[in-house]
């Protein structure tokens, strides 16, 4: 199975709802195969409390704060860069809206409309990076409902390695050492550290920053939402956990190099 595949089936696995479900599953099995009960039950109370405890906007809310890293940029001073690069969240196959073509996802589409404002505001030319379907939707409305025409289109990246290594490939023959990054906030600490490694100089340009949904008691009460952003905060402390083990156990030598090529050693260890 392609590895890719692999780490989808693990995040879901992991993660809320499907982690503290198969926790609360678990204790049911051994409720009904156990003699003590007790611990079987706290088992699955615990399932349910976690399951319980994400989906609740408050909760919701500390993981997304924690996981961003990085300020709103400032498009009021100049910008220090040669390039926009915006990444892809996903995309919509076959949209009918769009005559069956694909259409970027609600993520995506955050990342492109602000990405489309630093374009505008910095005059910067674009590169969208992400898959093949990704790219070509992102490239698409960009240019039919956004007025901007990406320069370089990226269009074979599955993760956010991949996505700094490509396009570092693209932009450093054409003369593009600082790049204006420009993912969803609570991405960006380990977008910024991929990039970096890649031999660019970043400066961050977070997207769909934390902003308060809920007030009152609602902040108590289980949605939808909430459990989605409890998910994508979680998903980011698990990818910056494998991402530091990578760096640690890498290959030293070629990690090393594009550090120095890029002078970033040490901002690497602040992200």
Same mark, same amino acid.
Not at 29 to 42: E, H, Y
Not at 78 to 102: C, F
């Given at each position: 199975?392609?590895?890719?595949?692999?780490? +989808?089936?693990?995040?879901?696995?992991?993660?809320?709802?499907?982690?503290?479900?198969?926790?609360?599953?678990?204790? #049911?099995?051994?409720?009904?195969?156990?003699?003590? =009960?007790?611990?079987?039950?706290?088992?699955?109370?615990?399932?349910? #409390?976690?399951?319980?405890?994400? &989906?609740?906007?408050?909760?919701?809310?500390?993981?997304?704060?924690?996981?961003?890293?990085?300020?709103?940029?400032?498009?009021?001073?100049?910008?220090?860069?040669?390039?926009?690069?915006?990444?892809?969240?996903?995309?919509?196959?076959?949209?009918?809206?769009?005559?069956?073509?694909?259409?970027? &996802?609600?993520?995506?589409?955050?990342?492109?409309?602000?990405?489309?404002?630093?374009? =505008?505001?910095?005059?910067?030319? @674009?590169?969208?990076?992400?898959? $093949?379907?990704?790219? +070509?939707?992102?490239s698409e409305f960009l240019q039919r409902d956004l007025s901007v025409t990406p320069r370089w289109v990226?269009?074979?990246?599955?993760?956010?390695?991949?996505?700094?290594?490509?396009?570092?490939?693209?932009?450093?023959?054409a003369g593009v050492h600082t790049v204006v990054l420009v993912t969803s906030s609570e991405h960006m600490?380990?977008?910024?550290?991929?990039? =970096?490694?890649?031999?660019?100089?970043?400066?961050?340009?977070?997207?769909?920053?934390?902003?308060?949904?809920? $007030?009152?008691?609602?902040?108590?009460?289980?949605?939808?939402?909430?459990?989605?952003?409890? +998910?994508?905060?979680?998903?980011? @402390? #698990?990818?910056?956990? @494998? +991402? &530091?083990? =990578?760096?640690?156990?890498?290959? $030293?030598?070629?990690?090393?190099?594009?550090?120095?090529?890029?002078?970033?050693?040490?901002?690497?260890?602040?992200?």
């Amino acid at each position: 199975m392609d590895i890719f595949i692999w780490k +989808q089936l693990l995040k879901n696995l992991v993660l809320p709802p499907t982690g503290p479900l198969i926790l609360a599953l678990a204790g #049911l099995v051994w409720i009904a195969s156990a003699r003590r =009960r007790g611990p079987a039950l706290a088992l699955c109370a615990v399932g349910v #409390l976690l399951l319980w405890a994400f &989906s609740t906007p408050i909760v919701a809310d500390v993981l997304m704060r924690s996981a961003e890293r990085y300020p709103a940029l400032d498009l009021t001073k100049p910008v220090q860069a040669q390039a926009i690069v915006i990444l892809a969240g996903g995309v919509r196959l076959n949209a009918p809206e769009y005559g069956g073509h694909p259409a970027p &996802s609600s993520t995506t589409l955050q990342r492109l409309v602000y990405g489309a404002r630093v374009a =505008r505001v910095t005059g910067l030319p @674009v590169l969208v990076s992400g898959s $093949h379907s990704e790219a +070509q939707a992102m490239s698409e409305f960009l240019q039919r409902d956004l007025s901007v025409t990406p320069r370089w289109v990226e269009g074979r990246s599955r993760d956010t390695q991949q996505n700094a290594e490509k396009s570092a490939a693209i932009l450093e023959p054409a003369g593009v050492h600082t790049v204006v990054l420009v993912t969803s906030s609570e991405h960006m600490a380990r977008s910024v550290t991929e990039f =970096r490694l890649a031999g660019l100089a970043v400066v961050p340009a977070p997207a769909e920053m934390w902003t308060r949904r809920d $007030h009152g008691i609602l902040v108590w009460v289980p949605n939808a939402d909430a459990l989605v952003r409890s +998910q994508r905060a979680l998903y980011e @402390v #698990l990818g910056r956990a @494998v +991402q &530091s083990i =990578r760096i640690a156990f890498g290959p $030293h030598e070629t990690l090393g190099r594009r550090a120095r090529a890029s002078g970033v050693a040490a901002a690497i260890g602040r992200t």
